[in-house]
């Protein structure tokens, strides 16, 4: 099933690179894929929109609890309470389906650290504990 879901979840990416005016070989380069499977990707038909997650994980955050953990560090040596409290969120997978559909950067969610820009690995990182599985 979650193949399924990461398959989805990339052609919705391939089609909303596509309408940004993105072209084929820069999606490539953005999802660590070829632009053949961008083209292939392409030619499939979108998935039904998966609801919105809302946008605040709520009361239950650990992160509101923490106030003094720095949880936008600049450097990700700098993330390691920020990491350690996250691993212990009971809203961490909702964290980190918002991070993967709003795109968040700079910074720790869901317990992974997140660069200026979305990479394939960090992606996928975040896909697992969305789908409830580790980071690493």
Request: glycine share 6%.
């Amino acid at each position: 099933m979650a193949t399924s879901t990461v398959h989805a979840d990339r052609i919705r990416e391939v089609h909303l690179l596509t309408r940004q005016g993105v072209g084929p070989l820069d999606i490539a380069a953005r999802l660590g894929i070829t632009d053949r499977t961008v083209h292939r990707l392409r030619a499939e038909p979108q998935p039904e929109p998966q609801p919105e997650p809302q946008p605040d994980p709520g009361e239950r955050a650990l992160c509101r609890k923490f106030p003094h953990v720095n949880f936008t560090p600049n450097r990700r040596k700098d993330a390691t309470e920020a990491i350690t409290v996250c691993s212990w969120c009971p809203v961490r997978r909702d964290c980190a389906r918002l991070a993967l559909t709003y795109y968040y950067a700079g910074g720790v969610w869901a317990g992974v650290w997140i660069s200026d820009n979305h990479r394939p690995e960090t992606r996928r990182q975040l896909a697992a504990v969305a789908n409830g599985g580790d980071a690493r």
